[in-house]
């Protein structure tokens, strides 16, 4: 079976991922690629090791009522620039949206493949989560709907490389910027922060008021490592059960009793959970691991469309992570 998809914001780092893995897909075929500055210039020109067909497709001006005949289109566009486009594309296309236009807005679902897959089959439009959402979320979802830590007492300490910020990140993004220098940033006003709440409340049923998140930039090309410090009386054994059932038939969800490293997931769609707790202090701390630009984005949204077209959720994502 052939299904046409297509992606704009191709020339990004969340697109050109989406064509990394859309090009080895059994089941996909890239038919459309679309952009801004790109357009008119072939896909070789910005991927030289593409093959064949493929680096002959020449980027397409952006244009949502234009499309030709597809099934599927990935959206990787700035936030704040596929809310109105996305509106107007036919509603014979499914599409999965990259960015952040649409996580929790009515009539999209919320695209959080491990802990709800069955709420994305079938669907017609689905919001990825942000990628410092789907780590936290992917290691806090046990914990939480087992009730083992109090969901308004969360503090949330992240480190991202700086692929994070796309291609476009220049300036307090350069390698001279960041290059052995380590950046807090965001701090109490961070765009991924209602996400997280919203998530921590469907799966305890309680106020996530009380959250704090603290994202750092390090000095890597792509990793986040999520480690978030909680109230609780669970021993690590327990959290570790409860995250082994939770992920029981979870194809991407590693649960480990170690913690877990950001080169472990990357270039996979692979997320690692780990716990240590200290029922004397009532303490636990949960940590998370993916690839920003695997389960963070491009393959999420694979696995997302996956679920959306009825197909095996891992077509396409059994790559093995890049080591070293
Ligand atoms: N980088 C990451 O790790 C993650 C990113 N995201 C989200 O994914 C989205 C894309 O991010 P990322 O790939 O990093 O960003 P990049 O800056 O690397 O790429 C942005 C892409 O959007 C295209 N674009 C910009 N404006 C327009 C427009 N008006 N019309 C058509 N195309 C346009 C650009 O195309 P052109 O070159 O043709 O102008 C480019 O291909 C963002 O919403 C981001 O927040 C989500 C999770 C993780
Ligand atoms: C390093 C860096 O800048 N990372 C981005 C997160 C990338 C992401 O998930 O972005 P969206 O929510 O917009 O999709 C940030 O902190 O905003």
Known sequence: MSIRVGIV???????GEALRLIAGHPHFELVYAAGEGSAGSRLIDHFPGLPGKLAELVIERWDPVALPEIDVLFAS????ASADALARVSRDVKIVDIGGDHRYVDGWTYGLADVWPD????????ANPGCFPVATQIALAPLLVNGLIEPGNIVVDAKTGISGAGRGGGGGFSFAANNENLVPYGLLRHVHM?????TIERLSGASAAGLVFAPHLVPMTRGILVTMYCRGSAT????????RRFYNNSAFVRVIDKPPQTKWASGSNLAFVSYAADPERNLVIALGVVDNLGKGAAGQAVQNANLMCGLAETAGLEGLPIWP
């Open 9 to 15: 914001g191709i020339s990004g780092f969340g697109g």
């Open 77 to 80: 566009l700035p936030t704040g």
């Open 119 to 126: 709420e994305i089959k079938g669907q017609t439009r689905v």
């Open 194 to 198: 209602p996400e997280m709440t919203t």
């Open 236 to 243: 690590t054994d327990q959290c570790l059960d409860a995250a």
